[in-house]
């Protein structure tokens, strides 16, 4: 079984261990977070838990989002997501930070920082060409393949947007769990920028070979 909780990343500090060496950590308020609610297998397909967290958008919402929160019976929340899954839960249950306990392993999701259109250099980490005796192919693409074809290949490394896109870093360490708060600490750096959401799950890796050492 899955497990998870929607955080929003406060940004990152130090934690002294134990052993007095020094681990930078990232820093997520997790929860509370409202189980809105259930996908089953013999309704949707699949089995999943749908979780509310943060407060609702000032504007308002629609009626059809108010009504998904007024059939669950909880305040609206600013966000809904899903974690895939996710069963032995109930509608209107809430779920904070002690979720997690520390040294477990988890993996994060979110939209990672823009860096707006950028050149080979930076988004692909090209070698820029040389610069002496008149080159001027310092920072240019180059040969971008065969001619024959007379068009551009799908999937060539070029420039263009770089970053803002979904990205999953697995296998972090929790180092600290602060249930009167609510706060995760993560060793390492976790995707988005300060007050991003964020999704925080069971390491997947580690339940397969949890699951390898049982057969």
Do not use: W
Not at 53 to 67: C, M, Q, T, W
Not at 93 to 121: H, I, M, P, R, Y
């Amino acid at each position: 079984m899955t497990k998870g909780l929607i955080a929003r990343k406060l940004g990152m500090t130090q934690l002294f261990n134990a052993d007095g060496t020094l681990s930078a950590v990232t820093v997520l308020e997790a929860g509370p977070c409202r189980v809105v609610g259930l996908r089953t297998v013999e309704k949707h397909g699949y089995t999943a838990a749908q979780l509310g967290f943060g407060e609702p958008r000032k504007k308002g919402l629609s009626k059809p989002e108010a009504g998904v929160f007024t059939k669950a019976g909880v305040d609206p929340a600013r966000t809904v997501l899903e974690v895939r899954d996710y069963d032995g839960l109930e509608v209107g249950q809430e779920l904070n930070a002690d979720l997690f306990a520390e040294g477990e392993l988890v993996d994060v999701t979110a939209t990672s920082k823009g860096k707006g259109f950028q050149g080979l250099v930076k988004r692909h980490r090209f070698s820029r060409g040389p610069e002496s005796h008149g080159s001027m192919n310092v920072r240019r693409p180059g040969s971008i393949g065969a001619t024959d074809a007379a068009r551009v290949f799908r999937g060539v490394r070029m420039a263009g947007q770089m970053g803002n896109a979904k990205t999953t870093v697995q296998g972090l360490k929790v180092l600290r769990v602060d249930t009167e708060r609510n706060l995760l600490l993560i060793g390492g750096a976790v995707p988005g920028a300060k007050g991003a959401v964020v999704m925080v799950r069971g390491s997947g890796k580690a339940a397969r070979q949890a699951a390898r050492k049982k057969k």
